[in-house]
Every structure is written in structure tokens, then in C-alpha cells.
């Protein structure tokens, strides 16, 4: 396979245009063209190789990792294409292990570390001395803070406006591209929607956005909407809360930026509840010592935002879950919800001490039948009849599984959970907001029917209302200009 490779690599020639002219064909000696397609696998296989090296150093005990928590994993690096974070103890044994194995890879795969972009965070508990002496023997800079990782900003205290600022500048950076005044309505909306919520979505999926920073970007999205400008501030058609309502519903289908954080953060308490054997689960669970989230559950000041943001959540994700009942083996009786999505039974009567942990298919008796002998004496029976109405748990039914929030499959459905938090029922869908956004005609006229739906059009007598003129029509004598006199009664029309 090395072979195959290196023949691909070392076969290729290639010529350059020089004064209008074409080359003679060489053969590249310092590697293949920025831009080819074999570049990214090569690529991850030589840093393949880097964590190969680390994790021997971990296994003969030369490379002393950080554990995250008595059960946790342990965490000597991580690594996204050419980022890459390198966990270790504060010793200058350790820092010679860490450059040690640096220039080997260095000389094995003849890259070069950048000493610009290469910094050492210590912990609080390290030092100046030996910072001294890990920073000499490295030859890196020290730094205060991670700063940004993949885009997002690594904190460990509760964010503030100021972390997230960038989101507003790219926001406003986009917008400064486009005159709101050139741009009709249509497009102002296709550009709100496409482009201007697309920029604070990817840190939304793993951080919680602070409130003011959200606000702030969706007052420039909402005056671009409606045109303003710097210095003139234009009428504000229809409220936001009814321009961010679904299209089927009478809105034009843009986000609840505070909504749709809130469901990218329960997609991680979703994965976190149902098992997932994701690293960021093994390090949560082993930190904070649990597999699940539940209603006892509570924060402490020093946990991380992550953690405090996913308990704060925890009762609407417990509320909106949902087991489907296989074998029965996997689902907890009394903590889990699979009666009815949100219905726990521990919340609505005691347990007995010696059913606790009971699974599902402990309820049944030795002809796969409920056993109803359990719940005797103890169970109201109203929640005994919910009991009745589902099958009991078989071996032939496959196992558990938890049920998607909103979708057809067993997956988490953000868009769906988003719709769950506004409060957003589709059978209160109507027929005439269906058909409005299916006519066959240009989304600028689709858009204007959306106004004149809701006679939104800023006619004389709409004017007059607000104290910025008289009501009457400017080509008809005293009559007043209402949206039906301008599309129909009006002099003008009849031309």
C-alpha cells in the first residue's frame, strides 16, 4: 500500500505557463500541488501516526495524561486536521517526553512545529518556577486562555457577551456587503434566513449563547428585514413573533435564535441520556459521575457551563422523551419514560424501596404477562390502566429503543424539538397559508401576498393612523386609501 502510494505521488508531472508559454513537463520534488485530492488522506494518516506515538508513550507510563473525574477517561491529546491539544503533567520529565516524541514525528513526516502558533496553558496550581523551566525547555509562549478551538471559544466560566462579540461582527460584516435599500423584501427575507441565521448555528450546537449576544443579533436581522439603516428607521410591518412562526402557519419561517440554542443544546442531554458512546459522554459521565440526567439533579459553581446548561434543560428533555418498549431490558420502570412521552412513574406515586432499579421486563411474569401482583397495593389505578393498554415486553420485539422528539425514526430531530419549545402545534396549520406559498409565481410576489394577507401595506389611511399624514387617496377625491381602494377601486387601477 506504501508503494502504491508513493508511486502516485512521485509519478505525477506537471508544467507551468512562464511568459505566455508552456514548460516542460518535471516532476514535483517537495510534494504534491496545494489542492490535490489525495492531500487530506495523507494527511491523516501522518498524524495518525503522531497519535500512535502518543498513545505508546501512555501505555509504557512515560506520557502522563490529565483523568477526567475517578471513572473518567484519560485524556493525552485531541487532535481536528492540523489543530491539535496536548494534555499533560506539569513536570519538566513530561516536557522532555512531549518534545521527544514532537521531533521524532517532526523527522519521520519532515513537517515542522510553528512556534507562532504553539502556546502552554498552565493550571492554576503550577508555579512560576517550573512554569519557567517547562516554557525554557520548550521553547513555546505561555497563554492566559484557549482562546478559540474550531471556531468556538474554550471557557471555563460562564460566557458573557464580550466572548461571543465575533458572532455579531460577522453578522454585520455579511450585511455591509448588501444595501438593504437595493434589496427587495423577498430577498431581504431569502438573506435573513440563509445567511444571517446560519452564522451563530455552529457554536449554538455545543455552547449556550449569552441572551444579550442573541438579541443583539436578531435586532440587525430584524432591521435588515424591514430596511433599516444607520440613520433611518423604517416602519416595522408585522411583529417578530408572528415573522418567525412556521410558513403554514402565517409566518415566513424565520428562527427563534434562543429556541434553536436551547434545541442543539437538548440534542447533547438526548445523546447523553440514551447512551451514547460519544467521547464527550465518556468525559461528561465520568467528571460529574452519571449516566443520566434527572429531576434531583443539581449544579455546583464550579461545574462547567455545558453541564449547568444541560441541567437547567433537563426536565423539558425528560418531559419530551420517549422509550419504545422492546425486551424491556434496558428501560428503568419508575425513572424512564415509556407509558407516555414525559410521564414518569416515580413523580407520580413512591416506589417501594425493594423495586428500585427495576427494569421493565421485571414486570412481567412467567407467561409474559403483566404482573399485576407487583403492583398491588402501592400503584394508583389509573396508572395501572395506562400499564394495561401496552403490550408486555418480549424477547421478539428486539430492544428498547428511545423514540426521535418530533421525527419518523429513533433519531433527535432538532427541528422538531425547536418547534416544541415555541409552542408550535402543525395541526393549527392552515390551508391558506399552504397555498399562498404554493402559487406559481416569483417569491417576490409570493411575499407581497403575505402582506396584503395580513393588510400590512402602507397605504394613506394605515399613515393617518400612525400621525403621518391625511388617509385620502392621492388620484381619487375625497376617498380614503385603504389596501382594497388601491388594488381595485382606485382610478389609477382602472388606467
Known amino acids: 500500500m506504501v508503494n502504491v502510494i508513493m508511486h502516485a505521488i512521485t509519478s505525477v508531472e506537471t508544467n507551468v505557463k512562464w511568459n505566455g508559454a508552456r514548460s516542460e513537463f518535471f516532476r514535483p520534488q517537495r510534494g504534491i500541488r496545494q489542492g490535490d485530492p489525495i492531500s487530506p488522506y495523507l494527511f491523516v494518516l501522518c498524524m495518525d501516526k503522531l497519535s500512535h506515538l502518543i498513545m505508546h508513550s501512555v501505555d509504557v507510563g512515560e506520557w502522563r495524561g490529565i483523568k477526567v473525574g475517578r471513572s473518567g477517561p484519560m485524556i493525552s491529546h485531541l487532535m481536528f486536521a492540523d489543530d491539535l491539544l496536548l494534555f499533560g503533567e506539569a513536570s519538566e520529565k513530561q516536557m522532555r517526553c512531549v518534545m521527544n516524541i514532537l521531533n521524532k514525528f517532526c523527522l519521520m513526516s519532515g513537517q515542522e512545529v510553528s512556534q507562532e502558533k504553539t502556546s502552554i496553558l498552565f493550571s492554576k496550581n503550577v508555579n512560576s518556577g517550573m512554569r519557567d523551566k517547562l516554557l525554557h525547555l520548550s521553547g513555546f509562549r505561555e497563554a492566559h486562555d484557549l482562546d478559540k478551538y474550531l471556531g468556538v471559544p474554550l471557557i471555563g466560566r460562564a460566557p458573557k457577551k464580550a466572548d461571543y462579540q465575533y458572532l455579531i461582527d460577522q453578522v454585520s ?3 455591509a456587503k448588501w444595501k438593504a435599500r437595493q434589496l427587495s423584501f423577498a430577498r431581504r427575507v431569502t438573506l435573513a434566513k440563509s445567511v444571517l441565521e446560519a452564522v451563530p448555528i455552529y457554536p449554538m450546537m455545543t455552547s449556550r449563547i449569552p441572551q444579550s449576544c442573541l438579541d443583539e443579533i436578531q435586532k440587525i436581522q430584524r432591521n435588515f428585514l424591514w430596511g433599516d439603516t444607520e440613520n433611518v428607521r423604517r416602519y416595522h410591518v408585522v ?4 415573522v418567525t412562526m412556521p410558513k403554514d402557519m402565517g409566518g415566513l419561517g424565520l428562527r427563534r435564535l434562543d429556541a434553536m440554542n436551547k434545541a442543539c443544546l437538548l440534542k447533547l442531554g438526548w445523546k447523553l441520556n440514551n447512551g451514547a458512546t460519544d467521547f464527550w459522554c465518556e468525559v461528561l459521565r465520568g467528571k460529574y459521575g452519571s449516566n443520566n440526567l434527572t429531576i434531583e ?4 459553581s464550579s461545574d462547567s457551563n455545558v453541564w449547568k ?3 437547567n434543560l433537563r426536565l423539558f428533555l425528560l418531559n419530551n422523551t420517549f422509550w419504545n418498549i422492546g425486551d424491556g431490558c434496558a428501560t428503568d420502570a419508575w425513572n424512564k419514560a415509556w407509558i407516555e412521552p414525559g410521564y414518569h412513574v416515580a413523580q407520580h406515586c413512591e416506589v417501594p424501596s425493594y423495586l428500585n432499579g427495576a427494569r421493565v421486563s421485571d ?14 397495593d402501592w400503584m394508583p389505578s389509573n396508572i395501572q390502566g395506562k400499564i394495561a393498554a401496552i403490550l408486555p415486553p418480549s424477547a421478539v420485539n428486539g430492544c428498547d429503543e428511545p423514540a426521535g422528539i418530533g421525527g419518523n425514526n429513533n433519531e433527535f430531530s432538532v427541528a422538531a424539538m425547536y418547534e416544541n419549545i415555541c409552542g408550535f402545534d402543525r395541526r393549527n ?4 397559508w399552504k397555498k399562498t406559498w404554493q402559487l406559481n409565481v416569483t417569491k417576490r410576489v409570493r411575499c407581497f401576498v403575505w402582506l396584503l394577507t395580513y393588510d400590512r401595506l402602507l397605504t394613506n389611511s394605515r399613515k393617518s393612523r400612525m400621525g403621518l399624514g391625511h388617509a385620502m387617496c392621492n388620484y381619487c377625491e375625497n376617498v380614503e386609501e385603504t389596501t382594497i381602494h388601491v388594488l381595485r377601486d382606485c382610478n389609477l387601477v382602472n388606467y
Open 173 to 175: 460584516n455579511k450585511l
Open 239 to 242: 411583529r417578530w413573533s408572528v
Open 297 to 300: 439533579m443539581n449544579t455546583r
Open 309 to 311: 446548561s444541560l441541567i
Open 363 to 376: 414486570l412481567v411474569d412467567e407467561d409474559g404477562r403483566w404482573n399485576w401482583q407487583i403492583f398491588r
Open 429 to 432: 396549520a392552515q390551508l391558506m
